[in-house]
């Protein structure tokens, strides 16, 4: 193993003030079972998952709650053993609503019967260790929750030379993969070991960033004497960004609207390592993961191994409870994250934290015009020109914002993080990508009509 | 741990009180009138050396300047039914940067219609802040130096502190308006570029705008500025540069007929333009090359027009000029979209 | 085809038309322009020349010097020379040339100065024009003036806030003098016509 | 009656210079004093009087190809003899319009106004259409003058209105285009205004960036 400093540094990028102090050095407690378990079926992206059982149904814990609606789309399972009393309508943390299978614990917490270890990983097709992946219902838990067996089925002629595994966290606040990886260590390791297996990538890389000097030691003491590499990542956001990092780690550029195949490489985070594990070797499918509650108005800010449908009210109370009105709740971080309206939401695959924000640190929007002082152009990591997109999409010119790559943007908020006039870039970047898929989808239809 | 725990939230759980808008939701903290703020203070230590060498004509141009600025601003934004009101400060540095590019002994009224000028139309008739082309307080300068250009070119006395042989040490024009007529009647130079002319000039001790004199507060100022991430480094660095480049070239060319480099540098409105008026965000290029051409595109103009033009000065018109090419040069430097292999040609 | 010979014929009916009018015009116009231009310049010979009763436009001696034409208007009363005037151009002005008409007394002293072109700057530079200016020309002696505006050391009173327009004023005056006293005897010999 | 409203249409709903925005050249250079505004806008309002009566009376028989060509000539034979009319009886006034004289030709108003009008119409009613025209054309004129004459010479038509120091950047090409503009602004907020109380919505012309600029709103 060899270790390195990342050799590439993208261009933009911003330093929030990253207040992982809080939690860094706690370690990961477990969520007691709340009252009442709400499983929604959109867990990931893509088709949402089909309800499979209906009320009063006994359940068990791993048992299928809901099937695939579709191949991008991936399985949920019962987070523990109880009874289904309702399949009702629900908002997910975007505010939408979605089908919901609300699980009254029973408190025993049995596994499903039919949960058995695997045989040893090295000896299977990779074939069949998709199979089993796609069967454990396991998503990318960095943030996005794209179906991980899609990713790990290049189609027929890629080849990935090079897996890079996201130890990044670059999101303020957030240290449920710092944590997971100083107490999980051996677990991603044989993680990432599989995922290598199935793609027979030559090149394997971890890549963490420089303000988690134990996730750092942790990781090596993992790796020691193997062939991968272990690269140190200058502490910038969004270092984490899935082009972002395949840049810093290897210098490639994914092409615009391409795949990180496209130039060779994939991207696993360290928690669907974990989870891979997980399924292969336990033999149990993702039912919980690790989410971070911190944010200066939480009591006592903890890392917890919370089950899939715990409500979020219920891991604030678990951490103390509120010291005062927060300005803004967030399930995710704080850059990149998504308010909530209320606690009403439940834990899902991929919630990697809840931050409440004190009303001073909330960032609020206003309608001032640009005063051109190009800090976000600086600050964009993909290079766009926000100030410019912003204007012409305040200006219903979709068209020219599209002119302007305003498809390449990831909504990161680099820009808006440092708008010294508050405006709402990234609001008016998201309005006008779905303005102009809306356009692009009715062009393909009238195209085949 | 299979104990369900008991929900127990503080608050009513339907009711949000909390706001529910868009990522990002930190901030860097910073915001228009923190940035404005910043200015004043960097310009601070100039107007102490303003007060120093002209006593208390600078200090009523300054005031002047300010006060009308900030009452232009109000009442057009008020009669125009504009929300924002005169907070975030810009009226205050238009006020003080027009105030510092005027020579201490005009009339105040005429500060006031150079103040007028400069908020009204150059900066709300194009809709206010962010959106005014060109920046305001030199077009207030530049319209009153065009309609009074008696007023605004007449000096009082200084003394210079190494007078060339036979040559007054008493003048009433600026070091480069004593330099544009001499060396363009082929008569002596009026002073000798030494140590203590040099450090005369560096401190202040001279003729010119009440503002623009005193290179070492502007510099302290700039500094400030940089420091604080208010500007960046390429405008200043770029257009005193070029000057600097540009008057070596035609002073090794040509030593009898054009001056010192240093003297170009230290004379005239170029630190106050370089490290101030140039580095005006509404104004300038957004991208970092954008700044670069900027910055030598004034420089160029600047030692262009003082050695060819008929204003012994060129800072202010340099700045306006390449203020006009900010949209262009937006667009030259588009930076190359990660992810798209060659650099976009755009239409 | 048709159509070709129509706008063919057109255009031509309405050429000859035209220019006919114009031919016309300029008939019935050529006189007075010249009567015009004439009186035009004999105004500004009245104010730059003494009294006379020959007629300088007419009475004119040419100079070849400094690679250009100079023409010397000579006035005389009862066929004594009374002075001369000529017109003389600078290019160092703040905007484009300054042509002056300068008149000149036997006993070497100015006898008026007019300004007959200059786009200079309106209220500054322009005031070259103002009586203001031009009349401290009257009554200084070629010899003894030093050329130049008080601000180069000389004895001429510039405008405040413009130097750049007197100072050519100046030059090209004191090329006219020069060629003048250079040519005195010829200019002052010119037979009347 | 039609003859009436063609007569006056030019003097405010079409001003050339303020509603069309034609014949900016003339508008911005010449209009330092009012005598040059009113030397200036007689000698266009006599071209296209003149014009207009002979593109109308030729109009049936010009092949549309070759209009543009006659058209020109027209002018330009108009034009020529104000030229040299003005430089025989008017000279003075000649000598301070210079150029700008024989550059009516391709003034806007008059090849406009014979495309627009005179091409479409009868003699009697482009009569009306020149001398509207032109009379809206020469008080514009008047009025941008003045402003710039008073403010920047301290005189009106050459006579002194008062002793106090002139801004000299109203006499110069700047102080035109400030001038021009900030009456263009005021027509578009006296027009806004207008179509309120008439209960019509003003649309600003489309070509302006009116998403910034709120003077026609001024007020409101």
Known sequence: ?449 | ?347 | ?193 | MRFYKELIKGLWTENPIFRLVLGMCPALAITTSVMNAIGMGLAATFVLICSNIAIAAVHNIVPSKVRIPCYIVIIATFVTVVDLLMNAYLHELHKSLGIFIPLIVVNCIILGRAEAFASKNGVWLSIADGIGMGIGFTLSLIVVSAIREILGNATLLGYAVGHYQVALLMVLPPGGFLTLGCLLALMNHIQAGMARRSGHAYVPPPTLDCRHCAICKWGE
Request: with cysteine; glycine share 10%.
């Open chain 3, 1 to 193: 085809m048709k159509d070709i010979i129509k706008m063919v014929v057109v255009l031509t009916v309405i050429s000859v038309v035209a220019g006919y009018l114009l031919a016309t015009t300029n008939k019935i116009t050529k006189a007075p322009i010249a009567a015009a231009r004439l009186a035009e310049k004999l105004d500004a010979m009245k104010k730059v020349l003494p009294d006379y009763d020959n007629d300088p436009v007419a009475n004119t001696c040419v100079v070849k010097e400094a690679g250009k034409e100079w023409t010397f208007y000579v006035a005389r009363k009862q066929g004594v020379f009374v002075g001369a005037a000529f017109e003389a151009s600078s290019d160092q002005g703040y905007n484009g040339t300054i042509r002056i008409l300068a008149g000149i007394l036997p006993d070497n002293r100015i006898k008026g100065l007019e300004i007959v072109e200059q786009a200079e700057t309106p209220g500054l530079g322009a005031k070259i024009s103002e009586s203001a200016f031009k009349d401290q020309f009257q009554g200084k002696a070629i010899f003894s003036t030093r050329w130049m505006v008080k601000k180069d050391g000389g004895d001429i009173d510039a405008i405040t806030g413009a130097t750049i327009s007197p100072r050519a004023v100046v030059s090209a005056l004191e090329t006219g003098l020069a060629v003048y006293t250079n040519n005195f005897d010829k200019i002052a010999a010119t037979a009347d016509r």
């Open chain 2, 1 to 347: 741990m299979n104990e369900p725990v008991e929900k127990t939230l503080p608050i009513a759980a339907k009711e949000p009180t909390w706001l529910a808008s868009s990522s990002p939701h930190a901030h860097s903290g910073d915001s228009v009138r923190k940035i404005m703020l910043t200015v004043i203070i960097a310009l601070m230590p100039a107007l102490a050396a303003a007060g120093i060498f002209f006593g208390w004509d600078a200090l009523r141009l300054t005031g002047v300047c300010i006060v009308s600025c900030v009452a232009a601003e109000a009442a057009t934004r008020k009669l125009m039914r504009r929300d924002k009101g005169i907070g975030d400060l810009s009226a205050v540095v238009t006020g003080l940067l027009l105030a510092f590019n005027l020579p201490p002994a005009l009339p105040s009224w005429m500060a006031v219609v150079g103040s007028i000028v400069a908020i009204v139309i150059a900066k709300q008739f194009y809709g206010g802040l962010g959106y005014n082309p060109f920046n305001p307080a030199l077009i207030g300068r530049v319209l009153l130096l065009i309609s009074f250009p008696v007023a605004m070119t007449t000096w009082g006395p200084w003394q210079i502190l190494s007078p060339a042989a036979g040559v007054d040490a008493i003048t009433t024009a600026t070091p480069l308006g004593l330099v544009k007529t001499t060396l363009g009647t082929g008569q002596p130079l009026p002073f000798v570029f030494d140590g203590d002319t040099i450090l005369q000039f560096f401190m202040g001790a001279k003729n010119g705008c009440i503002g623009e004199v005193s290179v070492l507060a502007l510099l302290i100022g700039g500094m400030y500025l940089l420091w604080r991430r208010c500007i960046s480094w390429q405008v200043p660095v770029f257009y005193i540069g070029t000057v600097a480049v540009f008057a070596t070239i035609l002073w090794l060319a040509d030593p009898t007929h054009n001056y010192n480099p240093l003297f170009h540098i230290l004379t005239g409105g170029l630190v106050l333009g370089a490290f101030f008026m140039a580095t005006d965000m509404v104004t300038t290029p957004v991208t970092k090359t954008g700044l670069m051409f900027f910055g030598i595109g004034c420089g160029v103009l600047t030692m262009v027009i003082r050695k060819w033009g008929g204003y012994p000065e060129g800072v202010s018109f340099a700045i306006l000029i390449m203020n006009a090419f900010t949209p262009l040069l937006n667009r030259m430097t588009r930076p190359r979209v990660f992810g798209h292999g060659q650099k976009k040609k755009q239409a």
């Open chain 1, 1 to 449: 193993m060899k270790t390195r400093r990342a050799m590439f540094r993208s261009k933009g990028g911003v330093h929030p003030a990253s207040r992982k102090r809080a939690t860094n050095a706690m370690p990961v407690e477990f969520m007691p079972l709340s009252k009442v378990l709400f499983v929604s079926m959109v867990q990931h992206m893509g088709a949402p998952a089909r309800p499979v059982v209906k009320k009063g149904d006994a359940v068990m814990r791993g048992q299928v709650l809901g099937e695939a609606g579709g191949y991008v789309s991936a399985p949920v399972h019962a987070p523990t053993s109880g009874k289904v009393i309702a399949i009702s309508e629900r908002p997910t943390q975007a505010g939408l609503p979605a089908a919901c299978v609300e699980i009254e614990p029973d408190g025993e917490d049995r596994w499903d019967a039919a949960r058995q270890p695997g045989p040893d990983w090295k000896t299977m097709e990779a074939k069949a260790l998709v199979e089993r992946i796609v069967a454990a219902g396991i998503v990318g838990m960095g943030g996005a929750g794209f179906p991980t067996h899609v990713k790990l089925s290049p189609p027929a002629g890629k080849t990935i030379d090079t897996l890079i595994i996201n130890g990044a966290e670059c999101e303020p606040y957030l240290t449920a993969d710092q944590r997971l990886m100083v107490e999980a260590a051996q677990s991603i390791w044989t993680g990432v070991q599989i995922v290598r297996q199935i793609l027979g990538a030559r090149r394997l890389v971890m890549a963490i960033e420089d303000n988690k000097p134990d996730a750092i030691q942790a990781m090596s003491a993992a790796m020691e004497g193997t062939d991968a590499e272990l690269v140190v990542l200058k502490t910038e956001y969004p270092q984490g960004a899935e082009k972002q990092l395949i840049y810093a780690v290897t210098g490639r550029e994914v092409p615009s609207g391409g795949l990180p195949m496209a130039v060779g490489a994939l991207v696993e985070n360290v928690g669907t390592c974990a989870a891979i594990y997980d399924a292969i070797v336990e033999g149990r499918p993702l039912t919980e993961r690790i989410v971070t509650v911190t944010g200066a108005m939480v009591r006592t800010p903890k890392n917890l191994r919370a089950r899939i449908g715990t409500p979020l009210a219920d891991l604030v109370a678990f951490c103390g409870g509120m010291v005062g009105l927060p300005g803004k709740i967030i399930c995710g971080g704080p850059m990149m994250g998504l308010a909530q309206g209320s606690l009403e939401a439940a834990v899902t695959k991929t919630t990697s934290g809840v931050v409440l924000l004190p009303h001073q640190a909330v960032q609020q929007f206003s309608s001032m015009p640009c005063i051109s002082c190009g800090r976000c152009v600086s600050a964009c990591p993909m290079r766009l020109m926000p100030n410019t997109l912003g204007e012409m999409i305040e200006a219903e010119d979709n068209e020219g914002a599209e002119g302007l790559n305003v498809m390449d943007c990831i909504e990161c908020g680099s820009c808006a993080y440092e708008c010294p006039a508050h405006r709402p870039l990234v609001q008016h970047m998201r309005q006008a990508k779905a303005e102009i898929t809306k356009q692009r989808l009715k062009k393909a239809t009238a195209a085949k009509g």
